[in-house]
């Protein structure tokens, strides 16, 4: 997870140039961006070819790509990637649902926070992999506990930044509306909330790695559906370049989820994001 | 220009006023049975030492700090809190990063329930005011220090306070933007008619925008001494008159 606010592309398209080199330094940018990316991609492409690596293991990316284009046109792997797309969105929606209010709450509140911080760190600490067996005893190996363990993964980043975000409000801009004698509601809508909207993107970025990462592994626990699922049983029938397919999916699923909160965030607080 | 500054309302009185403070369990005085006269529409400056507790007599006047004792009446009526009749300009600029110029100077009515669009036709006239009606859709980090502070000014213009509580407004800025700061501050207040209480380290500041310079003493709690500026307006720095009235300033409060 990186907290950089932009990507490589982001960066590199926000410089200017004159129209005529502008393509050639685009070209520049993107190679310089992703130039390792492609030589990794050619590089395992040419020492699959030249035999240097076990086809049993490490297939070449034509095979995978191969394998990719088959799951998807058959319309096996759709189905992989909706039903995970719920399980991950539900999840996340479900946190962001309770984690932003409780956070925005407890951000003010100190009593609240106070009661409440013991036992969230506890939570927070144990692993949501642990828990998995007691989600499964709760609620059955079905769905319900596949969706609680990510949602559990997912809410602490979200809670946890939105209250930080609660916190760091400049006290000083607090100070200033209520010198204007802007009520407690109207300082809490018209500066707290709009201040804590840059740190929640944070939580809800570090949230969306996290509900990828625990969505693999509760799909690789008892499913029999999902692109989690897909990559291990992929390599239980040995059909190793569906298994890469597989991985490259969720790889792909984890970067579109970024590339949407990114736009978001764009949207939302573009005043905290480009430099001055 | 003379002193034709009549206002009839905006007269500030403090009566019997104590403040003190607990720093380590000690008990901290600041201010000691203070009494002080502000008639309306005048401008008061406020200087002192480091600590002599300059800003928080102007946050008790402000209402953003309560008193231990003692009262503050604004055209005879005792006030306790915040009140519209004041407006406060901090040392730091404090606009809102996420808004544009224009919506900043506007934030103090539409916190006061005034609607966006009436709060930013009022809004404009007051950034006119301040020369920054090119600027009314940049953000606050597209603004330099005394271009920001202006914005500041102007927002707190725009609520059109009786009584305007500036604490060091010029601390940060540059020379050169002070200067010319100074400038529009005494033009605002001769323009707008409010009654200013002006928090400065500075001596010159202090004599070119005040009727009135008030020192509190380096012994905290100590009674403040008060002098009148009698210079015709507008001031001149290099004026004899001037120069004449800083060294009496500086030897009579022990400054020099
Ligand atoms: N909230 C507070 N709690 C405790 N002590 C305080 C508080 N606010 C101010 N003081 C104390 O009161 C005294 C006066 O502070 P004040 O900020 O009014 O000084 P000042 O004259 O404005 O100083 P400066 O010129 O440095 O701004 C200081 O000794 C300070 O330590
Ligand atoms: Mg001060």
């Keep these: 997870m990186t ?142 506990s596949k969706v609680f363990v990510i949602f559990w993964a997912t809410l602490f980043p979200i809670l946890l930044a939105t209250i930080g975000g609660v916190k760091e409000v400049d006290l000083k801009l607090v100070e200033m509306a209520h010198s204007f004698g802007a009520s407690q509601l109207t300082i809490f809508r018209r500066v707290i909330l709009p201040a804590s909207v840059p740190p929640i993107f944070v939580g809800l970025r570090l949230s969306a790695t996290t509900a990828l990462l625990l969505l693999i592994a509760a799909e690789m626990i008892g499913a029999n559906k999902g692109v989690g699922f897909q990559v291990m049983n992929a390599q239980y029938n040995f059909q190793i370049p569906l298994m890469f397919a597989a991985i490259f999916l969720l790889a792909t699923l984890g970067l579109a989820a970024n590339w949407v909160l990114v736009q978001l965030q764009r949207r939302l607080c573009s005043w905290s994001l480009d430099p001055r | 220009m003379f002193d034709t500054h009549q206002t009839t309302s905006g007269a500030v009185t403090i009566r019997d006023l104590s403040k003190s403070f607990h720093l380590d369990g000690a008990p901290l005085t600041v201010l000691r049975h203070l009494d002080l006269d502000i008639p309306a529409g005048q401008s008061l400056a406020i200087v002192g030492a480091s600590g002599s507790g300059k800003t928080t007599l102007l946050r008790i006047l402000a209402g ?106 010029l601390g940060a800025l540059d020379a050169m933007t002070k200067l010319a700061m100074q ?28 009727d009135r310079v008030m020192v509190l003493p380096r012994e905290k709690g100590g009674t403040p001494k008060l002098m009148d500026i009698d210079l015709t307006r507008p001031r001149d720095r290099s004026d004899r008159e001037f120069v004449r009235v800083r060294q009496q300033l500086m030897s009579e409060f022990g400054l020099h």
Excluded: C
Excluded at chain 1, 100 to 106: K, N
Excluded at chain 1, 114 to 142: E, K, M, N, W
């Design chain 1, 3 to 144: 907290y950089d606010i932009l990507t490589p592309a982001e960066r590199a398209g926000a410089q200017s140039a004159a129209p005529a080199s502008r393509w050639r330094q685009r070209a520049q940018g993107l190679l310089a961006d992703y130039g390792l990316v492609l030589g990794f991609f050619a590089g395992w492409q040419i020492a699959s070819m030249a035999g240097w690596l076990n086809p049993a293991v490490f297939p070449a990316p034509d095979r995978v790509v191969a394998a990719l284009w088959n799951g998807l046109s058959s319309g096996a792997l759709v189905d992989d990637i909706v039903i995970s797309l719920q399980r991950a969105g539900i999840a996340f929606l479900a946190a962001v649902a309770l984690g932003i209010p409780l956070g925005l709450l407890m951000g003010q509140m100190r009593p609240l926070e106070r009661a409440l911080d013991p036992i969230l760190q506890l939570f927070r600490q144990t692993s949501a992999l642990a828990l998995y067996p007691v989600f499964i005893l709760i609620f059955g190996l079905g769905e319900g």
């Design chain 2, 64 to 169: 953003l700090e309560e008193p231990d004792s003692g009262d503050v009446l604004i055209d005879d009526f005792p006030v306790r809190g915040l009140g519209r009749d004041r407006s406060v300009i901090f040392q730091e600029p404090r606009l809102i990063p996420w808004l544009n110029v224009l919506r900043n100077v506007a934030f103090g009515l539409e916190v006061q329930g005034v609607a966006r669009t009436e709060a930013e036709t009022r809004a404009r006239r007051y950034l006119r005011l301040v020369g920054l009606t090119e600027f009314e859709s940049a953000l606050p980090r597209q603004l330099s220090g005394g271009m920001a502070q202006r914005v500041g000014i102007a927002r707190a213009l725009t609520v059109q306070p009786e009584i305007l509580l500036l604490d060091e407004p």
């Design chain 2, 183 to 210: 400038k529009e501050l005494s033009r605002i207040w001769a323009e707008e008619r409010v009654t200013m209480v002006l928090v400065t380290h500075d001596l010159e500041e202090a004599i070119f925008l005040a």
